[in-house]
């Protein structure tokens, strides 16, 4: 599973943080081959809430990946 956040660059009052741009993505929706595949990010997030399943966070503080405009 992946999360992607976006953090601004510049940080300012009107723009501070960062956003979510990707919550929970798999491939296991996909992988499963359910239904609907575009619900896996809410089916865990359900599951963890439920206390069914664990994903454990692993965060990175470092951007891996940089993109200019």
């Given at each position: 599973m992946?999360?992607?956040r976006r953090e601004y660059k510049q940080q300012t009052p009107?723009?501070?943080g960062g956003k979510d741009v990707m919550i929970n993505f798999s491939l296991l929706g996909?992988?499963?081959n359910l239904e609907f595949?575009?619900?896996t990010p809410t089916y865990?997030?359900?599951?963890?809430r439920?206390?069914?399943a664990e994903v454990r966070?692993?965060?990175s503080t470092r951007p891996l990946v940089?993109?200019?405009?």
């Open positions: 992946l999360n992607v009107e723009k501070s996909q992988e499963a595949p575009h619900l865990i997030d359900n599951l963890c439920l206390g069914l966070r692993c965060m940089s993109m200019r405009p």
